[in-house]
């Protein structure tokens, strides 16, 4: 398996404009996990889901982010419009919720810059 | 409530030097403990977990963790550690019931000097 696969790995943009994030889990796994990493606040849960279904968004930090699963393998964390305090490696992991103690598996992240 | 702590954010040894890097949580219910590591410019990794029977769990590079109930510790400790250890270590807990979420603590960067 190529595990969890995220896109793009490294993404500039201008304040104000549209990112989106994407995220492919592990084939099976049914839980995804949105988190971001900044060296102020360290790793923070953004959103994740059970079966695509959103069971806790309490982490996004306002209206401008948002979260989608329509399938099985595929997500997306998109922010609009964006700003420059939303700079951070935004990392995707998912698992498999039908084994309870099991790990999540990580993607590389990607890393965004707002100018 | 339920929360993870990692008291040190940096912990800089001597290579060949023993190291311990502190995990402490907070929960009323049963738990699921996890470390991972992170290495420059890379996603987290699973080091090692403990989920139940023996309270000391091993990774396959020297790290050993140990689950103390009493204390609500679960510690990382390496006995001799290598340049190639240098990276930040995140605790991980999973609480009963929590429907499968992660609560990570804030990690710890290990920095291991010649």
């Known amino acids: 398996d190529a595990g969890v696969i995220q896109s793009p790995r490294h993404e500039v943009t201008e304040m104000g404009q549209e990112v989106t994030l994407r995220c492919k889990p592990i084939s099976g796994h049914n839980s995804l996990f949105w988190y971001r990493q900044t060296m102020m606040r360290g790793l923070e849960l953004l959103i994740y889901?059970?079966?695509?279904?959103?069971?806790?968004d309490s982490g996004m930090p306002e209206d401008r982010f948002s979260a989608k699963m329509p399938n099985a393998s595929f997500s997306t964390l998109k922010i609009q419009p964006s700003e420059p305090r939303d700079s951070a490696v935004y990392f995707c992991a998912s698992r498999n919720r039908e084994r309870m103690n099991t790990e999540a598996f990580f993607g590389q992240g990607t890393r965004l810059t707002v100018v | 409530a339920q929360s993870v702590t990692q008291l040190d954010s940096q912990v800089p040894v001597f290579e060949e030097a023993p190291v311990e890097l502190r995990c402490n949580y907070s929960s009323s219910v049963s738990v699921y403990l996890f470390w991972y590591v992170q290495y420059p410019n890379q996603g987290l990794q699973l080091l090692l977990k403990y989920l139940s029977g023996s309270t000391l769990v091993e990774s396959i590079n020297g790290f050993e963790a140990e689950f103390n109930k009493s204390q609500t510790s679960f510690h990382l400790r390496k006995p001799s550690v290598h340049i190639s250890d240098t990276a930040e270590y995140f605790c991980?807990?999973?609480?009963?019931?929590?429907?499968?979420?992660?609560?990570f603590g804030k990690g710890t960067k290990l920095s291991v000097k010649p």
């Open positions: 889901f059970n079966n695509n279904v959103p069971i806790d």
């Open positions: 991980a807990v999973q609480f009963e019931g929590s429907q499968g979420n992660l609560i």
